[in-house]
């Protein structure tokens, strides 16, 4: 039984930071890919930050240099670390995991950016 759950969001100001946890129930060993994805309003989900169980990680073009994906397997956790904050960053952000044929995602924080 795998259940991931988002902690770490709030409000922030702009050039401001905040670091995401995600605490996975399950093995994180026996994850491939678990990345961050993002959701604005009246957008569509994107993929923000990947990292596979090599430790590769893939960011999204809008978050590169400014976020830092990474996982720590002896806690079963994997977290986004957020400089830089811009009012664009707003939104909540979901915690994802894939593990053989299954998805699971968390149920997300929200991350707001205001002056």
């Known amino acids: 039984q795998v259940q991931l759950v988002e902690s770490g969001g709030g409000l922030v100001h702009p050039g401001g930071s905040l670091r995401l946890s995600c605490a996975a129930s399950g093995n994180m060993f026996d994850f491939n890919t678990m990345a961050w994805y993002r959701q604005a309003p009246g957008k569509q989900r994107e993929s923000v930050a990947t990292i596979n169980s090599g430790g590769a990680t893939n960011y999204a073009d809008s978050v590169k240099g400014r976020f830092t994906i990474s996982r720590d397997n002896a806690k079963n956790a994997v977290y986004l670390q957020m400089n830089s904050l811009e009012f664009e960053d707003t939104a909540v952000y979901y915690c994802?995991?894939?593990?053989?044929?299954?998805?699971?995602w968390g149920q997300g924080t929200q991350v707001t950016v205001s002056s």
């Open positions: 994802y995991a894939h593990a053989g044929l299954l998805n699971y």
